[in-house]
C-alpha cells in the first residue's frame, strides 16, 4: 500500500463495553473511547471515527487504512448469540463435541457445569462415511447418503453447516464432497469444513473449532458488510483490515470466511503493542500485563515476539478453570487470561481465606466506590481505600467515587469475618489478586519453558499502572515500563501489527526417516497460500518475512514442543539437524532430554508469512510550556512497611522526558494511574514511557 | 500470629498448590505413556519433612492423590530425610506401599535449601505396561501381575541407577515409553523442587514445617466444622456389584461422632481370586474422597482434610487385601466406594448427594498381534498385525444430582480424560468405528441420570485382538435415588451378536469388532417432577424416546408439533 503511506490510520477496537478509537499519523496520534452499539457496532464504530476526525479536522478521504479488531466473535459464542448451526459428521461420532474429554475441571465438586456445546444434538447429523488414520477411505461417501441428509438439515432451519468428519485433516476429499454438493443447493448458508478451518489431528478440538465457526459466521459477515457499506457511505476509501488472535492482520475476505480466528483479537493487540515497545526499546525479554475491568491477560514477548500457540478455550463456564470451556484448535498468541480486573469481587472462602474473582461487577452495578448501590467489595473499591485512586480524579474526574461505600463493602465481606480493619482487608485483597496474576504468570511461564524474573514488565490498560509493581516485586522483576496510550493499548496495538497469515498442517514425520522431497513440497505450497493471503491484504509481492515451524516430540509422546525450522530447502541430513534443534530445545523446557535413546518426529508444521510491523513515529509531545512538576501529596498504603505513607502525587501530562520521581509516588492519567512502590524509582524516557526499576535493597 | 503473617501463610499456600500444578503439567508434557499424555493419570504434591502431604496438584485422579499422601511416610520410614542427598530420587510400585498396583509408580525427591533437605516432591503416574500378564484382572497372584520395586533409589546424587533400569528394561512390552515416562517423573520432581526454594527464598522462610501446620491445621479445621454439622450415628448402607466370577457385596458402616467419622466395611465380601483387589491404601483414598466431595468440596486435600476421616476393612477381605492376593484391576472395585458413601450419607444430607452412577470407568485393555490373541483365534485369521498393548478410558453417566441432571460420559470419581480417537488410530491399528452417547441410559428423575457411550472397536482390516475386560454394572445398575429410576446397565458384546465376559481376557475374532455400552447414570427425585421442557428437550435431542417421555415422566410428546 505505498500510496497509503502518506494518509491517517485507524485503529478500531470494539469490546464489550467501550469501543476504542485511534488516529495516527503526521507524526500525531488521537484517541477517544465511545460505548459499544451491541446492537449495530458499527455505529458505535462510526460515532468514535467521527469524533476523532473532528477533532483533527481531518476528512475521510485522508484515512488510510482501517485496522479493527473485535471481541464480537467472542461474545457471541458466549453469549449464545450466533447462527442456527447444523453439525454433519462421521458415523459413530454424532456426540464428539458434548462429550470432550470426558474429564472434570475440578475433582471434588460434584456440582460442577460443563460448556453446552454450540450445536445441540438434535442438529447433529451423521453420514456413513470413514478414513483411516492415513487417508484411505474404509467407508466411502456416496451421493445418496447426501439426498437423505438434506431435507434433514432443511427441517433443522439451518442457517449454518459445520462439516467434521474422522480424520479429515488427512485427506479432506469427503468434506469437500459435501460443501460442494450442499453449497450447490443451498447457496445462501455459510459452510465451515474441518480440513480447511483447523486441518489438525485431536477430533474434539476440530470439530469444535469448526463448529464455533459456523456458528459465528453469519453474524460476523452481515456484520463486516454492514461496516463497509458505512464507511463507503461515509466517504472512506482506504483498506479495511482486521486483526487476528494470532496478532497479524487479514483482509475482510478471510475474516469472513474464518471469523472463528478474530476471537481474542483485542487482546492480540495489546500483545501486539507491548512486542513493538520491546522492539522499540531493545528489550529481549518482556512480559506484557493487561488488566482491564473483568480480567488481566499475561503474555511472555521475546525479541519482540510474542509467544504463539495453536490452542484457545473460549467461554470458560466453571470457574475459568481450564477444560470448562469450548476448546478451539486456532493460532492464537498464547496469554493467559485470569478474572482479575478492577471490577473483580472478593469474598471469603469457606475456609476464611480472601478470594478474588471470577465474578466481576461489570460496570452496572460496578464496583461498591461508584455509588450505585452494589455491597460487594472489588478491587478498585480496594485500591481507593488504600488510597493508589483518587476519589475525585477517578477517570479524568468523570466519575466521583464513594470511599464509604468501599469501606463499608470491605468491612463487611472481608474485615468483620477475619476481624481485621478495613486497610488491611483491603491490602489483602489487593495482595490476594497480586499474587493470583502472579501464580498465573509463573504457570504460564513453566508451560512455556521460560523465566520470569529476567523480564521486563509492560503493564497496560486501566488497572495494571496501579499493579505493576507489586506484581514485579512478587515475581523478582526489576524493571517495569508504562507505555503512553497505555489505556487504549490494544487500539494503538492494531496499528503496528504487520500484515500476516499462518497456515498450520498435520503431517508426520519421523527423523530416522526423514522425506525431505514431499515436506520441501508441503512447505512450499502452504507459503504461497500463506502469501496469497498476506498480498490480498495488501502486502508487497517481495520482502515478506516467513517463519517456518515444526512441532515436535519424541517419538511415543503425546504433547509437542515448537522448535524453529531453519530457512532453505531441506537435503539428506535435514532429519539430524531437526533432531539435534529438538534435543536442545527438549532440554530447555524440560531439564534433561532423551539423546540417543529414542527417534523424534514432526506432527505439524506451520508457516507464516508477514509484512514487516510498522514502527511507531508519533512524537513525545511538547513540554515547551510545562512549568516543571508541582506534586501533591496523599496517603497511600505501602506494601513493603504495611502502612499508610505519604506518595507524591505527579500529574502525567506535566512530566518531560528525563524527569525522574523516586517511590513511593503516584503519577495519575485520564485513563489510569501509575503505582510507583516504595521500592521503586521512576524515569520518563524520550518517547514519553514511565520506567521504573527497582532499587537494590 | 498476627494479621499479616495469616495473609502471608495464605499466600504462601496458594503458592504452594500453584507450584505443584506446574509440576504436574510437567509431567503431562514430558510423559510418553498415553494414559499420562493424553489421559492425565497422575498425581502430584508436595511433602514436609515428616511425610505429611501439604498441597497437591488439581489434576490429577484420587485414587493417586490420597494413596500418595500415606506412602511417603513408608520412604522417609527407610530413607530418613536427613540422609538424603541433593540429586538422590527415590521410587516404588509396591501395591501395598504405595497406589495398589504395579502400574503407578510414585517418585520421591527430596528438596535441599542452604545445605538441608526442607521438604519432598512426589508424583505418581500410570505406566502403560510393567510386565507379568499386563493390566486386567487375570492373576491369581500379585506375582503374576508385573514387576515389583521395592521402595530404592531411582537416582543417587544425579546418577540414575542404571541397575534398575536395566532390570526393568528387560521385563516390560515397551521400555522406551517405559524409561521415557522415568524421566518424566524426574523432570516433573526437579521443577517441583525448584519452585520450592525459590519461594522459600523469596518469603524468607527456611522449611514448610511452620506454614505446613498452618495449612494441615487450617484443613483438618474446616473439615471438622463441616462434621460437626452433621447428626452423630450409625448410617450403614451396601451396594451389590458384577465381581469377576462371583458377585460382590461392598457393606459400609458410616460414623458420625462429633469431629470424626468412621467408615467400617465389616461385612463385605471376602478377597476375590481375581485381580480386582484393593490394598488398604486404595480403599482408604476413594472413601475419603467420597466423604469429602459431599462435606468439604472446596477445601484443598492435604494430609489435614484426610486425618478426621478413617477408614477399616476386614484383612483379607476384597478392601483389604494381603499380599499375595492379586490387585491389578482394582479401579473396578475403588471407583465405586464413593457411591457407598453416597449412600451412607444420603438420609443424613438428602440435598447434597446424587444417585449412584456407572462409577469405575471402562477401560479396555487391548492386545494385537501373534502373541495377543488366542492361538484358535490366529489360526482362523486372514491377516494379523504388529504386536501391540493400549489402553483406552471411557466414562459412563454419573448420578442425577439435587438440583441438576446427572453428567454424560463424564469420570467420576477418577480424575481421568479419554483420548482422541485420533491419537489412537493413528497409533495402534484399530478403528474405533462409534463412539457415541447411548441413547435412553440416564436413569429418569426430576433430576436425570447422565448418559453412558456405545463404544465399538475393530481391527484395522479385521485383524483379531483381545481385551482384557475390567467392567462393572453389567449385572447391577447404579441405582436412582429418592424416586429416580435406575440407569442403565452396562453390556460388552461382539458385533456378531454374542455376550462376552465384563472381566476377564477374551478374543474378538477376524473380522468381529468389540461393542461396549457404558452405564448411565441413576436418576435423582421422581421423575412425575421433572421440568417439562427438560423432557421435551430430551425428546428432541434424541436422549429419551416420546414413549419413554410418556411412560416415565408422563409427559405427551407430540415430536411432530415441536420444533427445534
Redesign the interface.
Known sequence: MPDQDDKYRVGLDIGGTFTDVVLEGAGSRLTTKVLTTLDDPSLGCMKGLDEVLAEGGISPDDIGVIIHGTTLATNAIIERKGATTSLVTTDGFRDTIEMGTEGRPEQYDINIVKPEPLVPRRRRFTVPERLNARGEALVPLTEDSLETLLPALDAANTESVAVAFVHAYVNPVHEIMVRDYIRSRRPDWSISISSEVSPEFREFERFSTTCANAYVQPGMARYLEKFESRLKEAGYGGPLLLMLSSGGLTTVETARKFPVRLVESGPAGGAIFAGEIAKSNNMDKVMSFDMGGTTAKICLVDGGRAQSSRRFEVARVYRFRKDSGIPLRIPVIEMVEIGAGGGSIAWMDELGRISVGPQSAGSSPGPACYGQGATEPTITDANLLLGAIDPDNFAGGKLKLDGQAAASAIEKTIGIPMNVPPADAAFGITETVCENMASAARVHAIESGKNVDDRTLIAFGGGAPLHACRLAEKLGISKILIPRNAGVGSAVGFLRAPVSYEVVRTFYQQMESFEAGPVNHALKEMQDEAEGYVRLGGGPASGLDVRRQAYMRYCGQGHDIVVDVPDGVFGKDAGNTLKDLFDERYAEVFGRNMKGIVDAEVVAWSVTVSTAPRPDDVAAGDFSSASGPKPECRKAFDPVTLGLIDHAVYVRDELPPDTEVTGPAIIVEDETSTLVGSSFSARIVSNGAIELSRQAR | MG??D??RY??I???LI??I??QA??V?????S?SV??C?DLSAGVFNRRGQMVAQA?T???GHVNSMAICVEHFLAKFPIDGMKPGDVFVTNDPWLSVGHYHDVTVVTPAFHKGRAVGLLANTCHIVDMGGLGFGPDARQCFEEGVNIPIMHLAREGVVNEDLMGLLRTNVRNP??M??DF??M??CN??GAR?LVGMLE?FEIDDIEEVGDYIID??RK?IVNAIRKLPNGDYPHSVELDGFDEPIRIQAKLTIADEHIHIDYEGSSPASTYGINLVHNFTLAYTT?GV???I??????NAGSIEPITVSAPEGGILNAVRPMPVSARHVIGQMLPDVVFGCLAPVIPDRV?AEGAGAMWNPMLRGGPTGVAPEVIASADELSEDYDVIM???GG?GG?P??DG??????PS????P????V??CFPL???????RERSGGAGKFRGGLG?TI?IGG?AGTPFSVAAMFDRTWNAPRGRFGGMDGAKGEVRLKSGPELESKGRQSVPYGDRLILELPGGGGYGDPRDRDRQAVVDDV????ITAEDAESDYGIDVDVSKT??
Open positions: 494479621q499479616f495469616e495473609i495464605q499466600l499456600w496458594n503458592r500453584s507450584a500444578e506446574e503439567q510437567v503431562i508434557h514430558a510423559a510418553f498415553q499424555r493424553e492425565g488439581v490429577g485422579t484420587p522406551i515409553d524409561e521415557g524421566y518424566a524426574m523432570a526437579d521443577d519452585r523469596e487450617q484443613s474446616s474422597f469429602n466431595c459431599i468439604g468440596p472446596n477445601i484443598p486435600c446424587p478410558f471411557n466414562t454419573t444430582r438440583t441438576m453428567l454424560s460420559t463424564t469420570a467420576f480424575g481421568v480424560r479419554t482422541p480417537v485420533e491419537a488410530e493413528t478403528v474405533i468405528w462409534r463412539k457415541e452417547l457411550q465399538e484395522e428432541l435431542d434424541g436422549l420444533t427445534g
